[in-house]
């Protein structure tokens, strides 16, 4: 039986939830993808694979658009890549199985995106914002981490999450304070920053 794309992205979907990978929420992903076609995005360079979910969704979205994409775990990796074959998108999608930390890209993109360890964002921003074409754009995920950064830090019980959290609000902090950007967070999903280049 030949299965449609929405079965097979049902599949995927349910293999996340079934095996808690963070994937992003449907209000994420239509924004994300609204965006991509509202601002003619070309190619995307997103920090943070998982199993393919995201890559594969913005990838649907507009026809000739190309992902790279870097994830660490492994076995995360190779179900991504067993995603990326089923769903016919190995020509559009590049994943890349390493730290993003230890990457070094020399391709520009109109689009990054950075969806992976929440505590390193300033890291993965200051380290890729070299790959940002002119005119743009760095989205980052989980601005409010499950809801927890809009909480009164004493009600995190978890040291672990605390640290987390701390992390996230300095981040915001750094997008705020950063003269080159100009950076709106959006309550969509589990809130979007969306941070646009300054032209002079
Ligand atoms: N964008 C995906 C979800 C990503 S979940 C989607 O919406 O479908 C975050 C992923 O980032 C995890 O799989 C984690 O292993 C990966 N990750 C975290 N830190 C990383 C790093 N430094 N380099 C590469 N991948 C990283
Ligand atoms: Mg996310």
Do not use: W
Not at 8 to 24: D, G, L, R, T, V
Not at 73 to 86: P, T, V
Not at 120 to 132: A, D, M, V
């Amino acid at each position: 039986m030949v299965k449609n794309t929405y079965t097979q992205i049902k599949e995927i979907k349910e293999y996340a939830i079934c095996n808690k990978i963070p994937i992003m929420q449907d209000a994420g992903i239509d924004f994300l993808t609204t965006f991509i076609i509202k601002h003619q995005i070309k190619n995307v360079l997103e920090v943070g694979t998982a199993i393919g979910y995201s890559a594969i969704m913005m990838s649907l979205c507009s026809p000739n658009l190309k992902v790279t994409t870097i994830e660490r775990d492994e076995h995360r990796y190779m179900e991504a890549l067993k995603n990326i074959k089923k769903m016919n998108l190995e020509d559009r999608i590049t994943p890349i199985f390493n730290d993003a930390l230890n990457v070094k890209l020399d391709d520009k993109y109109d689009l990054i995106f950075i969806d992976a360890a929440k505590a390193q964002n300033i890291k993965f921003f200051e380290l890729f914002e070299r790959n940002l074409n002119p005119e743009g754009y760095i989205i980052t995920d989980n601005m409010y981490f499950h809801g927890l950064v809009k909480k009164n830090e004493k009600e995190i019980v978890s040291r672990n999450l605390r640290g987390i959290v701390r992390k996230i609000k300095d981040y915001i902090t750094f997008l705020k304070n950063n003269d080159r950007y100009n950076t709106t967070i959006y309550d969509v999903g589990d809130g979007i920053a969306v941070s646009e280049k300054k032209t002079k």
